[in-house]
């Protein structure tokens, strides 16, 4: 199994910047596609960004141009660059994993969780 831990989250005002972090053990991420999601208060999971083994990036469109996604496979962490933030950001980001080879993305682990908030 691979266990996920996010950190790096915490309250910022808008505009500012923060740096997420994903710990991941159990097993070696480098073939891994690694995702970043959120969950703002009642709504639903979103998709935020994500990076294929091959080191190609895909972004939501709310995260383009302000987010940036990278990982350091010999550290095992995948990292979240938020900049502009925005009040809009304020949810609880999650990290996941999809630890198939193949085109087929499919997340199967997930961290706990790190709060971002943003005020105005």
């Known amino acids: 199994q691979v266990q996920l831990v996010e950190s790096g989250g915490g309250l910022v005002q808008a505009g500012g910047s923060l740096r997420l972090s994903c710990a991941a053990s159990?097993?070696?991420?480098?073939?891994?596609?690694m995702g970043w999601f959120r969950q703002a208060p009642g709504k639903e999971r979103e998709f935020v960004a994500s990076i294929r083994w091959t080191g190609t990036t895909t972004y939501a469109d709310s995260a383009k141009g302000r987010f940036a996604i990278s990982r350091d496979n010999a550290k095992m962490t995948v990292y979240l660059q938020m900049n502009s933030l925005k009040p809009e950001d304020t949810a609880v980001y999650y990290c996941a994993a999809d630890p198939r080879g193949d085109s087929f993305i499919r997340y199967d682990y997930w961290g706990q969780g790190t709060q971002v908030t943003v005020s105005s």
């Open positions: 159990g097993r070696p991420i480098s073939r891994y596609r």
